[in-house]
């Protein structure tokens, strides 16, 4: 693969070199129930076919804090800054031994969410927008961004007779309602808007997902073969499901490292976003 400089959105953590970054960082991104999963192991499959070597990777699959992560959403009682700073740390662990690794190895590392999931999640908690920004932009920017888009008249079904509702998933900490699934409606609209304007901040490619998943494989497989290809990306696809096409959200501010990603997160905080209404 020929290598072209990998960058961050704005800070690179202590020690890390990204020169030599010779693999391609692909996301398939989209909230819960749309089908990442399904998709990821089609692609995996049909790159390993094609001998590519693929790491495939996703969110609280951190050796050093993954299982702490799963243990305390049990107890539900994370607070908002706590759950992202922890989900930070799992990215920026992942990132270090496996992502850039991989990448420096010349794999293809496709990644069942990334940095976009967790922004929209902790701003929809009403954390402050340029605070969450700030702690993640030691991320790298991904070779390409697949959005896999739902309405959620159309996802709802999907979870009910799959593995039905979550408590956080349902926005159970952020609306004061026992009724998960008027929970479930309520936060997924939410975080399908925070989806939306990240899709045109972002450059997200969009994906409707509301076919069958092999012909949702289809467009994933094309795009994912112009990349290899060393063909350019096209910033938005598709005609998504679900209506409009997404606002346009501010610009994304520069920021320091937190720490690894949380000491300046925390020197900075997001007092405006603690002071909204959970």
Sequence with gaps: MKERKKETYGVVLPGMELSGLVGKLIVIEGT?????????????????????????????????????????????TLGRITLTLFYATDFADRLEHEIVPALRAGFVVLTDRYIYSLIARAIVR????????????????????????????????RVVFSRGFDYWESGMDVYSTEDMYEGFRRYQTSLLEQFDRLAEEYSFKVVDATPEPKKIFEKLRAGITKILEGEPARPALEVTSGGTSPPVAPSTPAGEPEER??????????AQGENLKA
């Design 32 to 76: 819960d129930g749309v089908g990442r999963s399904t998709q990821i192991a089609l692609l995996k499959e049909w790159l390993e076919q094609k001998g590519h070597a693929v790491l495939d990777t996703g969110l609280s699959r951190s050796g050093l804090v993954g299982k702490g992560i799963k243990r305390a959403k049990e107890g539900h």
């Design 126 to 157: 009403g954390l402050d927008p340029e605070w969450v920004r700030k702690v993640y932009a030691f991320g790298l920017k991904p070779d390409a961004v697949f959005y896999l888009r739902i309405g959620v008249d159309d996802l709802i079904p």
């Design 261 to 270: 990603a949380a000491s300046a997160a925390i020197g900075a905080s997001p």
